[in-house]
């Protein structure tokens, strides 16, 4: 399984609320079914807790290596986009917590798979 014991947090660094966004566009795993390589891109979005709440802010390189942990791993689209959801919703306890993975395509089907935590504001919600 993906590492999440790879991923590291530091506390956020104001009170005022703020938007986080990551974009990793080298994303890796592998099909289940035929055990052919997946390429993605994983967005992530959150407002961490203020400070005074405890709030946390993921570290780069950890969330780098977590994701790479997932490069040898059979995991659907849907069971990875999920699994980064509650790996980091239980490190961060965020606001709310958006991941959107972006699949390549492979036999003319591209996907995308959107998982939340919390109230997302309908700014940052895609169609």
Aim: with cysteine; net charge negative.
């Amino acid at each position: 399984m993906p590492d999440s014991t790879l991923l590291e947090a530091f506390p956020t660094p104001t009170d005022t609320p703020f938007v986080i966004e990551h974009i990793a566009d080298e994303f890796t795993s592998v099909c289940p079914k035929t055990g052919h390589p997946d390429f993605g891109d994983v967005v992530l979005r959150y407002v961490p807790r203020s400070a005074r709440d405890g709030g946390q802010c993921v570290e780069l390189k950890a969330l780098k290596l977590y994701y790479q942990s997932f490069r040898n791993e059979g995991i659907f689209y849907e069971a990875v986009t999920n699994q980064i959801r509650d790996d980091l919703v239980n490190l961060l306890n965020p606001a709310w917590l958006q991941i959107i993975t972006h699949w390549r395509g492979r036999g003319g089907i591209r996907s995308t798979i959107r998982a939340d935590f919390g109230d997302v504001p309908s700014e940052w919600r895609t169609a």
